[in-house]
């Protein structure tokens, strides 16, 4: 069986969330094959193991990671030539879709972008995008050189499958014209200790009918209980109750979470192109009219002051 | 030189932050011409005409009917000759929040020019040799630096978009523009258009609306309701 090779992303060591749905959605197409950059420590290994990959293949070039994007395309495309995998699958945030893009030229293979399902199909995967806003759905193939597809998020749950990794450490030489961009400084914010916004299976999102930037602190412990993350509509974030980081739609993220619990959001199109490849929806507002209703798959008409409390209080009471 | 390589036929809110940056920085001090570069069917002349109105010194219209139906390998080809043939420094480009295809042909750009691309910037600088932007992440601000010639794309916190005067937009309708075909360019047809499309749609469907769902009015149960969905639906 031809691999499927799966650019694996880690932060502080851990391997994103992101990176194991590939490795779930590589095992429909061949054998799952990782792509580290750096070296692949037992803690890695055990968990990219566990997810399917049959072969770890580890760079370990300093390049990668003082430079941004060049360098890791070229290890990239180095492996894809290497061991001609039956397709390459890389995560579709900034920097993956960039490291994908480059790639795609050095092989000069098709790229499907922020795909929403990959699935076997006679002559290569048969990518599903979401496209115009959600609205309609495409499929398609890659019919030169190697698929390169990049995945959103969430768009199938990690499932283990245990395997013992072959491992490889590879070299790749990096020129001169990939050692062109790099971080001059960097200024941690601080960390919320929730989990990112595009990894977050549970999104918890309030707007202008939270009233205030301390309602927010409601919707920060309904995410603690749920495990999510908290974020906001424009109309909150131009407000400053809670920062421009954390605001979904059109101008800003795109989520496409388990649980979207939308609190005081009145649910106008700009807000739903950042949320609407959401499983489920919730939304709490106080007006029966509020469009968000339409799209929610349970509604609550009351007042979020109201309703949250006693929901952290069931969800808490819940988990026991 | 400084350009700036626009993919859609009109110029895109999103191209005229681009537009914007190129211009403040010639403003700021930076010594440089301005060339809009653009590829698409004839009436995107009106993106560049529009862009010349805000200032600038030339533009470049790429227009050829074997482009028809070019995926991003193709358009990204095309855009680098175009640059290589004008000369320039650095390429600045618009973000895209909605076409998925723009997040990938600055980086594919750069890729074939053999230059670094910065991309997301919320602002930039020029001096001696290198361009730094500022790049709001989500866990950081980040200063990244890339040495020119470079690709930098650029977001809406950039800064406000000016509104050309009507003594602009008729000085604009004077500056020269330039039509290139593949010819021109060097560039094999077969490369490029529906014909060397490395991907192909194989179905569409309109996505069925979403099911309506159940609307309960708050009668001091809700939160109860909305945890039992929540367990029935597997997320508690
Ligand atoms: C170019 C452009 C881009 C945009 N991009 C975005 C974007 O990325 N993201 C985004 O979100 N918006 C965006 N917008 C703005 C968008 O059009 C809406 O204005 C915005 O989403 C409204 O936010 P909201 O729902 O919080 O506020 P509102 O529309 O004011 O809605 C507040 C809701 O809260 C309800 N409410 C009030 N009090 C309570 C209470 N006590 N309990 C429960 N409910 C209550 C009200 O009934 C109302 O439905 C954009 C607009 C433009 C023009
Ligand atoms: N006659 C043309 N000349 C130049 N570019 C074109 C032409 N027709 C389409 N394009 C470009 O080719 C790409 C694909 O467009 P389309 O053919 O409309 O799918 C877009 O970037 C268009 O702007």
């Known amino acids: ?320 | 030189t400084l350009d700036r390589a626009g993919v859609e036929g009109r110029l895109s809110e999103l191209d005229e932050y681009a537009v914007e940056q190129a211009l403040s920085l010639v403003e700021n001090g930076l010594s440089a011409t301005v060339t809009f570069v653009t590829m698409g069917p004839a009436r995107a002349v009106d993106g560049l005409r529009k862009a010349l109105a805000m200032g600038g010194d030339d533009g470049v219209h790429i227009s050829d009917e074997a482009l028809h139906g070019s995926d991003a390998l193709a358009t990204s080809l095309v855009l680098a000759r175009a640059v290589e043939r004008t000369g320039f420094d650095l390429v600045i480009c618009g973000m895209s929040s909605t076409d998925a295809e723009m997040s990938v042909v600055p980086a594919m750009v750069a890729d074939r020019l053999g230059v670094p691309q910065v991309t997301f910037a919320s602002a930039l600088t020029v001096d001696d040799g290198s361009v730094t932007i500022r790049r709001d992440g989500d866990t950081a601000v980040e200063e990244v630096v890339a040495t020119l010639p470079a690709v930098v794309s650029v977001t809406d916190q950039t800064g406000e978009v000016r509104y050309p005067s009507f003594k602009a937009i008729m000085a604009g309708k004077k500056k020269p523009v330039t039509t290139w075909t593949l010819a021109d360019l060097g560039v094999e047809p077969a490369l490029v258009g529906a014909a060397g499309a490395a991907t192909a749609v194989r179905s569409a469907a309109p996505q069925p609306p979403r099911q309506a769902g159940v609307v309960v009015v708050d009668d001091g149960g809700a939160a109860a309701q909305i945890a039992d969905f929540l367990v029935a639906q597997r997320l508690l």
Not at chain 1, 71 to 79: D, I
């Open chain 1, 1 to 320: 069986m031809s691999g499927v090779l799966v650019l694996v992303e880690t932060v502080n060591g851990t391997v994103r969330k992101a990176s194991l749905e590939l490795l779930t959605l590589a095992r429909r197409l061949g054998e799952p094959a990782a792509l580290v950059c750096g070296p692949a420590d037992e803690a890695l290994l055990k968990v990219l193991g566990e997810y399917g990959a049959t072969h770890v293949y580890a760079v370990e070039n300093p390049d990668l990671e003082e430079f941004l994007v060049a360098p890791k395309a070229e290890a990239l495309a180095a492996v894809v030539r290497r061991t001609a995998p039956a397709a390459v699958l890389v995560t579709a945030d900034h920097e993956g879709t960039e490291v994908a893009a480059r790639a795609a030229v050095r092989l000069d293979s098709g790229i499907i972008t922020d795909a929403v399902d990959v699935v076997a199909g006679e002559g290569g995967p048969l990518v599903t995008q979401s496209v115009f806003a959600g609205s309609w759905a495409t499929q398609s193939q890659v019919v030169r050189g190697t698929p390169v597809i990049t995945v959103r998020p969430n768009a199938v749950p990690p499932e283990a499958a245990p395997v013992e990794p072959v491992v490889e450490t590879v070299t790749v030489d990096v020129g001169a014209g990939d050692r062109g961009s790099r971080i001059a400084q960097r200024t941690p914010k601080t960390g919320t200790g929730r989990p990112d916004l595009a990894d977050a299976s549970v999104v918890v999102a309030g707007g202008r009918g939270m009233g205030s930037a301390e309602a927010f602190a409601l919707l920060e412990r309904l995410a603690d209980s749920l495990g999510g993350a908290v974020a906001a509509s424009r109309a909150a974030t131009d407000l400053g109750w809670y920062d421009h980081d954390f605001q979904i739609g059109q101008t800003g993220k795109t989520v496409a979470p388990q649980l979207y619990l939308a609190s005081g959001i009145s649910g106008a199109v700009q807000h739903r192109a950042g949320m609407r490849g959401s499983r489920t929806v919730v939304a709490i507002n106080k007006d029966p009219k509020a469009p968000m209703f339409r799209f929610a798959d349970f509604g609550v008409v009351g007042d979020a002051h109201a309703v949250l409390p006693a929901l952290i209080d069931e969800v808490e009471r819940r988990k026991g």
